[in-house]
């Protein structure tokens, strides 16, 4: 199960009503954060959530409402005297950027890891869930992440009889591992039926649509993405500033065949979004204008 819960909603500054973007998901005892704008330690809060999973924390790009967070963050996790590395993955630059933000969090008592992202599109397995990053077209460098957990095929008890599989070993098998034992190699292909549908979640902001998106997003149960506009006369300000309509992410939605879509980063100046939710909804139905702390639970069908 992935818990997810979107912080805030918010795009280029923090709100009184609403916190910057920002993402948290559980799974399996660890947290994953994306994005750290000013004030994402408030959201995590206001929510109830912990900090102390937090093993991993990814960024979109290097604008301040994106990052900003991350230092007093880091004091934060320190203060609580974290010694667990911490793993930050972002485009590149990353080094660079956060120590130059740590010149205010100079001294911390845990190590921090450095995964840069150098390709258009690159995959990490980590914690048992896949993140991969893709490239997206904003002004600066920016990425869109998807998180996946995969599931394995049934446990089929006919093969694995027919196969003379001894039973101490469908257990190992089940849960994916090869046994070798007296001479012989037992796979988990030998006793699992055709993989099952897993989970997918895509996040994407800051940026036009591409056909990353589009390809990257496809069969997610949640995409969240952002519409900084709700309002149609802004399509050409979208355009110009490298952001989307809320109705530019509603055809994403619909292309990619989503679940669900969330809308995020509204500009500061769109004070009611729900406002335009049936125009987008004639174009993608499950489509949702999110506000701060918005949570799912994404679950394996059946
Ligand atoms: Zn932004
Ligand atoms: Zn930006």
Redesign the pocket.
């Known amino acids: 199960m992935l818990d997810v819960c979107l912080l805030g909603t918010g795009?280029?500054m923090p709100l009184p009503y609403r916190w910057l973007t920002a993402l948290m998901v559980r799974y399996n005892g660890s947290s994953l954060l994306i994005d750290c704008g000013e004030g994402t330690q408030i959201a995590i809060k206001e929510k109830g959530w912990s900090f102390k999973p937090i093993d991993v924390i990814c960024f979109?790009?290097y604008?301040g409402?994106?990052i900003s967070g991350l230092p007093g963050l880091l004091l934060t996790m320190g203060n609580a005297d974290r010694t667990e590395p911490l793993t930050l993955v972002g485009p590149r630059g990353l080094e660079r950027v956060v120590n130059a933000l740590r010149v205010i969090a100079p001294e911390l008592p845990f190590p921090i890891k450095y995964v840069e992202i150098t390709e258009p599109e690159q995959t990490f397995e980590m914690n048992g869930y896949r993140l991969k990053a893709f490239r997206v077209n904003?002004?600066?460098l920016?990425y869109g992440y998807t998180m996946e957990v995969d599931r394995a095929g049934k446990f089929d008890v006919e093969r694995a009889t027919a196969a003379q599989i001894p039973q101490r070993y469908w257990g190992v098998l089940q849960k994916g591992e090869t046994v070798e034992a007296e001479g012989q190699t037992y796979t988990p292909d030998m006793v699992l039926g055709p993989q099952r549908k897993g989970i997918k979640l895509t996040y994407c902001?800051?940026t036009r649509p591409t056909d990353s998106i589009r390809n990257n997003a496809k069969g997610s149960d949640l995409f969240i993405c952002e519409g900084m506009y709700g309002e149609k006369d802004k399509q050409k300000k979208a355009k110009e500033y490298?952001?989307m309509t809320f109705y530019e992410a509603a055809s994403l939605a619909k292309e990619a065949d989503v679940g669900e879509l969330w809308l995020t980063h509204y500009s500061p100046s769109l004070t009611r979004p729900e406002e335009y939710m049936d125009d987008v909804r004639e174009i993608f139905p499950r489509a949702i204008a999110a506000k701060d702390r918005r949570t799912a639970e994404l679950v394996f069908e059946d």
């Open positions: 795009g280029m979109t790009h604008h409402d994106h904003h002004n600066v920016c902001t800051d490298k952001h």
